[in-house]
């Protein structure tokens, strides 16, 4: 069978295949979106029941979260509030009904990505669907991660373990390559080229300065900096002492 070629790419690859779990109870509703997104190259997984809903979502592996607010078992609001603390990158669309405003601005705060008003056409779905895939992506290209520590490469903000961590920029620099670099063992010479960008006396110990205050300021109580140093070489970020 020939199939026509009837649709012009609107989407990245990644994009359009993305996994999306629906969490919804209208048979209806699922039956609609289910066949709506598979035909957009969507892979769809669907519960129709908030505590298996929440549970397939913490534990599974979706790039898409699509919600319905009154759930059995556990309310829509609910479920966004656990997702939101263990997986704050998981962007969720939730679907309300009309007159439920008070729930949609609940939604938002407690951190929907976007909501749709039922009842919405296929074509808004999938809309909002890439465009939440869209910015998800852009984050996550903006973030780097390591051990407990998260860089913004935008903001130039850094937190480890969710606590902020004010840094110089040279400070800052040199973080970024350690965790680009993350289990791997660096020469002084290497981080000196890569953070201070010129060949540097090599008697200079100005690295092991700047790593001594990153250490310093990335330490949280008992918990040291995850920044080892593998002697005679240089320093490695992460993968234990
Ligand atoms: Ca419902």
Redesign the pocket.
């Known amino acids: 069978m020939q199939q026509e070629a009837q649709e012009i790419p609107r989407a990245s690859p990644a994009v359009r295949s993305a996994s999306v779990l629906l969490i919804?109870?209208?048979p209806g509703i699922v039956d609609f979106v289910r066949r709506g997104l598979e035909a957009e190259g969507f892979t769809v997984a669907v519960e129709q029941d908030g505590v298996a809903g929440e549970r397939t979502a913490l534990r599974e592996s979706f790039e898409m979260v699509v919600l319905?607010?009154?759930?059995p078992g556990r309310g829509g609001l609910q479920i966004l509030r656990a997702l939101r603390d263990a997986k704050p990158g998981l962007p969720v669309i939730v679907l309300t009904a009309r007159g439920e405003v008070e729930d949609r601005v609940t939604g938002l705060e407690a951190g929907a990505a976007d909501y749709l008003v039922k009842p919405f056409s296929l074509a808004e779905l999938v809309a909002r669907i890439r465009a939440q895939l869209r910015t998800a992506a852009e984050a996550s290209a903006t973030v780097i991660q390591g051990e407990d520590i998260e860089v913004n490469l935008l903001t130039r903000r850094v937190r480890r373990a969710g606590e902020a961590v004010p840094l110089s920029t040279t400070e800052f620099e040199l973080l970024v390559y350690l965790l680009r670099h993350r289990g791997q063992v660096l020469s002084r010479e290497q981080i000196l080229s890569a953070v201070w960008g010129y060949e540097h006396d090599p008697a200079t110990n100005i690295v092991d300065v700047y790593i001594g205050y990153l250490r310093r300021k990335l330490r949280r109580g008992e918990s040291p900096a995850p920044i080892y140093t593998v002697r005679s070489v240089g320093y490695r970020l992460g993968h234990g002492g």
């Open positions: 919804e109870d209208e319905d607010l009154m759930l």
